[in-house]
T-cell receptor
């Protein structure tokens, strides 16, 4: 069964730091990978989607990469700001759940706190 | 620009009651799904649908029913609520279940069963 691990579980940094969040999969047969942001009591906001033929995606200060051979993904946040404080979730689609590529398998998240 | 809309946002049920959580999307997405989010467990798939009239079970389907009579709507029914179903429920949709389509989530329904 596919399992997703996110490290660290929590991270506190001063404003302005560059940081890396990690995500790893037990089964490297990942089709697509998506990073989400979740604010307390809110839904999930999609940040970046890495499709099966891609290795990385960038949006503003965010860069996500995927190494399928090792089953690992990283989310890089440049020049962090207090507004970046949230829980970050990674999720992949694979061959679980009857092979539907739409079914997401989630990590438990990294709770990020950026202090002014 | 509604996206994925879930109702209600909050609900308290008594053990044994039934209810339906509503989910609607206005993006003409084929694929829809329901997840529950519990502390320390992450998000887990309950049921999913790859198109109108087609549904299938996810990781934790027991105690829940779904149907998909239209492309837009994917309601989740709790047949006889139990305290173990206290959770936050999220509905998601994407254009299709084939290759690299972005998933969009609703704002969630926070359910408490007493």
């Amino acid at each position: 069964k596919q399992e997703v691990t996110q490290i660290p579980a929590a991270l506190s940094v001063p404003e302005g730091e560059n940081l890396v969040l990690n995500c790893s999969f037990t089964d490297s047969a990942i089709y697509n990978l998506q990073w989400f942001r979740q604010d307390p009591g809110k839904g999930l906001t999609s940040l970046l989607l890495i499709q099966s033929s891609q290795r990385e995606q960038t949006s503003g200060r965010l860069n996500a990469s995927l190494d399928k051979s090792s089953g690992r993904s990283t989310l890089y946040i440049a020049a962090s700001q207090p507004g970046d404080s949230a829980t970050y979730l990674c999720a992949g689609t694979g061959r679980d759940y009857g092979g539907s590529q739409g079914n997401l398998i989630f990590g438990k998240g990294t709770k990020l706190s950026v202090k002014p | 620009n509604a996206g994925v809309t879930q109702t209600p946002k909050f609900q308290v049920l008594k053990t044994g009651q039934s209810m339906t959580l509503q989910c609607a999307q206005d993006m003409n997405h084929e694929y829809m799904s329901w997840y529950r989010q519990d502390p320390g467990m992450g998000l887990r798939l309950i049921h999913y649908s790859v198109g109108a009239g087609i549904t299938d079970q996810g990781e934790v389907p027991n105690g829940y029913n779904v149907s998909r009579s239209t492309t837009e709507d994917f309601p989740l029914r709790l047949l006889s609520a139990a305290p173990s179903q206290t959770s936050v429920y999220f509905c998601a949709s994407s254009y299709s279940d084939r290759g690299g389509t972005e998933a969009f989530f609703g704002q969630g329904t926070r359910l408490t069963v007493v």
